[in-house]
């Protein structure tokens, strides 16, 4: 059986390597989503995750371009004496830029309520409800990033309940919502796995998130509560559709056939307008 860990020793050094500082300044605006992994951390940034930190940072060569130029076309010419760069502080803008054109809809979406309600981002006034761990692996967490498994999409965290709850984000367009009426879409299936995983973990979850917000406490000068609860089951959170699909196709496949039945859920049209992070916990968590 697996075991689910969050831990990071390596705070000092992290603080002192010079991408870091650029790196902060990201992460207190919202632009970066920092998450204590076992034994490092990983950033985060418009659905798609461009810096990882071990001990030295790295990231995926589909994200970086070592050949520095202002060009947009270049000749061979260009290539005999080409400007090379030799550290990711030179081509930090550019991982930024290239890692957000990878990511897709669904991957987005989520960035949108993470980047506004980073438990990070000095910018987020309510810090009533805050977003403090994204793309959850409970099962297999040492996996590849890049190895298809289970990810729960967010953790939400109440400051003031001192309570974490989990919800899973689907694109309209995301297969895995739709099945023939009468039938349950793979979702469900999903979500079940999920609850699984989270009423067997739970004592354990709840312990590694008091050492993960340790972790984000000492590294970014915060003053979050340890977790004492987890809120049972996953919620659901969808997104990307116009008033036409929710009166349609949604209202018959989801709503009125039970499709969801028994899953807390939350939907939004447009996840770039005024999505709530109060009334997405609310609709996942009432009675």
């Known amino acids: ?11 000092s050094q992290l603080k002192n390597d010079t991408l870091y500082t650029k790196i902060k300044k990201d992460i207190d605006r919202g ?15 418009g659905g ?10 790295s990231t995926h060569r589909k994200y970086i371009s070592l050949l520095l130029s202002n060009k947009d076309y270049l000749s061979e010419a260009d290539l005999i004496n080409p400007r090379i760069s030799k550290s990711f502080v030179d081509c930090y803008e550019a991982v930024i830029d290239n890692c957000q054109k990878y990511a897709g809809l669904e991957a987005q979406g989520v960035s949108h309520l993470y980047s506004k309600y980073s ?31 289970d990810r729960i999409d967010l953790l939400l965290y109440s400051i003031e309940e001192k309570a974490l709850k989990f919800v899973e984000a689907k694109h309209f367009t995301n297969s895995e919502l739709w099945s023939k009426e009468n039938t349950k879409p793979e979702v469900v299936n999903q979500i079940e796995r999920y609850n699984r995983q989270i009423e067997e973990k739970s004592a354990e979850i709840i312990a590694e ?39 349609g196709r949604f209202k018959r496949l989801l709503r009125d056939d039970g499709s969801l039945e028994g899953i807390k859920h939350y939907d939004k049209g447009d996840p770039k307008k005024d999505v709530k992070i109060q009334t997405l916990w609310n609709y996942v968590t009432k009675e």
């Open 119 to 149: 438990y990070a981002n000095k910018s987020n006034k309510t810090q009533g409800i805050v977003v403090l761990d994204i793309e959850v692996a409970i099962e297999n967490e040492d996996e590849d990033y890049d190895n298809k498994q």
């Open 48 to 57: 798609s995750r461009p810096f990882v930190y071990d001990g030295k940072f």
């Open 1 to 11: 059986m697996s075991t689910f860990k969050r831990s990071f020793h390596l705070i």
């Open 209 to 247: 998130y008091g050492n993960y917000i340790n972790i984000v406490n000492t590294l970014f000068g915060l003053q979050l509560p340890i977790p004492d609860k987890l809120l049972p089951k996953c919620g659901l959170y969808i997104f990307g559709f116009d008033r036409d699909q929710q009166t």
């Open 31 to 45: 632009v970066i989503f920092p998450a204590v992994r076992n034994r490092k951390m990983c950033f985060y940034c």
